[in-house]
């Protein structure tokens, strides 16, 4: 069953894994470029922040939907929990060599695919297979058909990402960087926000509800 309390923590932490997000891919893409020194530390925070993040907000999602269907709900709560946490760890790797460089040559070891989330297939295959688990139940569970359709599109574009990055890997591709842009600036933040909110707000209409009723 789930909670006020939790809804609303679930939502928050939808809006905060949009936004970390975002800042993910303007570390990727710009300061990767104007500020390599910088990115070095801020691409690995913000990809551990936001899986963290994601997980708390899929969970609240999961309880949201679960009742709809709970065998594909329990599934895309496995799938989203993997890619969150993988993500997640992914992000912790990075960031423990980006402070502590195990190799003099740190440029090259940072060229190496993650041996936990290699060509982020966690990180973006898994991610986007639970994505298009949860746009479905959005759907067929009475939440927005917006987000479920920005949901299905993400999803998608999620898995190509994956798929670019272990054939293509290279990064100035359009194959990668168009999709790359579409989802890391625009897609996923947009898409965490809009569940975010939505969480949030079915939160304090059953707080004003129970208020009704106990008054």
């Known amino acids: 069953m789930k909670t006020t309390a939790f809804e609303r923590f679930a939502g928050l932490c939808a809006m905060l894994a949009g936004i970390a997000g975002f800042l993910y891919s303007v570390s990727f893409v710009v300061l990767a470029r104007s500020a390599p020194a910088a990115s070095v530390l801020l691409i690995p925070l913000f990809l551990t922040l936001s899986g963290l993040l994601a997980a708390g907000a899929l969970v609240g999602l999961y309880q949201r939907v679960q009742p709809t269907e709970p065998g594909f709900a329990l599934l895309a709560l496995?799938?989203?929990?993997a890619g969150a946490l993988g993500a997640a760890v992914h992000g912790g790797y990075d960031l423990s060599n980006a402070i502590n460089p195990p190799l003099d040559n740190a440029a090259a070891a940072a060229n190496l695919p993650s041996q936990i989330d290699p060509r982020g297939m966690l990180t973006f295959g898994v991610a986007g297979l639970a994505l298009f688990f949860f746009a479905w139940l959005?759907?067929?569970g009475g939440l927005s058909r917006g987000l479920s359709l920005l949901g299905y599109v993400t999803a998608a574009l999620l898995v190509i990402i994956y798929l670019a990055r272990l054939i293509v890997l290279q990064p100035t591709n359009p194959v990668l960087l168009v999709p790359v842009l579409?989802?890391?600036?625009?897609l996923n933040p947009v898409w965490y926000l809009w569940l975010g909110r939505t969480l949030w707000q079915e939160a304090s209409q059953s707080v004003m509800a129970k208020r009704a009723v106990r008054g």
Do not use: A, S
């Not at 579409?182 to 625009?186: Q, R």
């Open 78 to 81: 496995g799938l989203g929990l």
């Open 182 to 186: 579409l989802v890391g600036f625009i």
């Open 138 to 140: 959005i759907g067929q």
